[in-house]
């Protein structure tokens, strides 16, 4: 059994920051995790990925820059720090882990564990 709980969405104004962060419940070894989000008629898009196999990141070109991952020493906590956050940003936001080892970090048929969702919303 693998669980998910996701914390930190809400409402901000833009400008703002938030810091979401995913709590991996489970026996087993995560080796990659990560973050996506969906707005409403969009696609969901993969903001950012953390191997644990080597240092190794991967983000979202819309929000590079301005956006943090990071993962506990237990590594089963996953935090998405992100700052200057704008009306495009509002979205459900989900975190993703895998077992195995993943090249594309961003690509969602890769997980096969999830969040519930968070929702974050940027006022104008």
């Known amino acids: 059994q693998v669980t998910l709980v996701e914390s930190g969405g809400g409402s901000v104004q833009a400008g703002g920051s938030l810091k979401l962060s995913c709590t991996v419940v489970s026996r087993y070894n995560m080796f990659s995790m990560a973050w996506f989000r969906q707005a409403p008629g969009k696609e969901r898009e993969g903001v950012a990925g953390f191997r644990e196999d080597g240092p190794t990141t991967t983000f979202l070109e819309a929000v590079k820059g301005r956006t943090t991952i990071t993962r506990d020493e237990d590594k089963k906590t996953l935090h998405l720090e992100m700052k200057d956050l704008g009306p495009d940003d509002t979205a459900v936001y989900y975190c993703?882990?895998?077992?195995?080892?993943?090249?594309?970090?961003?690509?969602?048929?890769?997980?096969?564990?999830w969040g519930q969702g968070t929702q974050v919303t940027v006022s104008s």
């Open positions: 993703a882990a895998a077992r195995i080892f993943i090249l594309d970090l961003l690509d969602s048929t890769n997980y096969p564990y």
